[in-house]
């Protein structure tokens, strides 16, 4: 079983920035596609961006050009460095293993606990 731990959430003012971090266990991490997701009250969980096992990446229009996915495959883990952020990313995050750079379940579907992002001034 993978356990994937989050950190790095907060509260930040709009126009801020944070990193997120994602600390995946087990051997397997450097062969499976990466994720974050968010989720605000009341809303579907989305897709926020995704980063292959070989570093192709996939960002949800809404953050293109403000967050950027990275991994370190030796210390098994994924990143999430959000820029310009504004009120409307105020949200949990969370990290997934298993699903495919556009979130299409896999032959299993790993999350971690979620952290909180808070926008606001």
């Known amino acids: 079983q993978v356990q994937l731990v989050e950190s790095g959430g907060g509260l930040v003012q709009p126009g801020g920035s944070l990193r997120l971090s994602c600390a995946a266990s087990g051997s397997i991490f450097s062969f499976n596609p990466m994720g974050w997701y968010r989720q605000a009250p009341g809303k579907q969980r989305e897709l926020v961006a995704a980063?292959?096992?070989?570093?192709?990446?996939n960002y949800a229009d809404f953050v293109k050009g403000r967050f950027t996915i990275s991994r370190d495959n030796a210390k098994k883990t994924v990143y999430l460095q959000m820029n310009s952020l504004t009120p409307e990313d105020t949200s949990v995050y969370y990290c997934?293993?298993?699903?495919?750079?556009?979130?299409?379940?896999?032959?299993?579907?790993?999350w971690g606990q979620g952290t909180q992002v808070t926008v606001s001034s």
């Open positions: 997934n293993m298993g699903r495919s750079v556009v979130g299409r379940l896999g032959s299993f579907d790993s």
């Open positions: 980063i292959s096992s070989g570093g192709t990446t």
